[in-house]
Antibody, heavy 121, light 108 residues
Framework: QVQLQESGPGLVKPSQTLSLTCTVS??????????CSWIRQHPGKGLEWIGY???????SYTPSLKSRVTISLDTSKNQFSLKLSSVTAADTAVYYC?????????????WGQGTLVTVSS | EIVLTQSPGTLSLSPGERATLSCRAS???????LAWYQQKPGQAPRLLMY???SRASGIPDRFSGSGSGTDFTLTISRLEPEDFAVYYC?????????FGPGTKVDIK
């Protein structure tokens, strides 16, 4: 069974870049078996999909964040990462990594536990 | 962009009662592209249903999904204490995903 675990700083200063990593176990990212996504949840609010990456390097990002987001892969470490630039307090949220099954990535079947990132000086 | 609306915002019911949750899309959605999740406080969401009506692995059969086009429903036939949570619908289209705002099922 696939397991995902987020890691990264819990506090980021405004205007800086938020960087998180998701480590995948129980499966290989390079197998092409799933799409690797990032999803966030503002405190007390609903879920917002940020974007995904496939082992081929194909990416897709939500339009509202596209100009600030980069998702990348490190297949040697079985990890994928999120970078969100020019953060503000509005980017304070719990960030989840999740996987969607290939070749039909229509839903998220595995999730990490989530990590809270606070944007504050 | 397809917008998902969920109703009601909060559903107050007692254990053993039937829960009916609605998810409405602003445009027609393929049933294959509609999923439901359950989220409890402090936990990650858990996949309940995919393809509108297929239960995910390990999900009890008191959960069922139905619908097509713009109207989808998640039904919990008899609420168990562990079912009190927030439920989200989610749709996929054009390599993008979005979620509904959620329905909270709380204890009456």
């Amino acid at each position: 069974q696939v397991q995902l675990q987020e890691s990264g700083p819990g506090l980021v200063k405004p205007s800086q870049t938020l960087s998180l990593t998701c480590t995948v176990s129980g499966g290989s990212i390079s197998s092409g078996g799933y799409y690797c996504s990032w999803i966030r949840q503002h405190p007390g609010k609903g879920l917002e999909w940020i974007g995904y990456i496939y082992y081929s390097g194909t990416t897709s990002y939500t339009p509202s964040l596209k100009s600030r987001v980069t998702i990348s892969l490190d297949t040697s470490k079985n990890q994928f990462s999120l970078k969100l630039s020019s953060v503000t307090a509005a980017d304070t949220a719990v960030y989840y990594c999740a996987s969607a099954p290939a070749p039909n990535p229509f839903f998220f079947d595995y999730w990490g536990q989530g990590t809270l990132v606070t944007v504050s000086s | 962009e397809i917008v998902l609306t969920q109703s009601p915002g909060t559903l107050s019911l007692s254990p053993g009662e039937r829960a009916t949750l609605s998810c409405r899309a602003s445009q027609s959605v393929s049933s294959s592209y509609l999923a439901w999740y359950q989220q409890k406080p402090g936990q990650a969401p858990r996949l309940l249903m995919y393809g509108a009506s297929s239960r995910a692995s390990g999900i009890p059969d008191r959960f069922s999904g139905s619908g097509s086009g713009t109207d989808f429903t998640l039904t919990i036939s008899r609420l168990e204490p562990e079912d009190f949570a927030v439920y989200y619908c989610q749709q996929y289209g054009s390599s993008l995903f979005n979620f509904g705002p959620g329905t909270k099922v709380d204890i009456k």
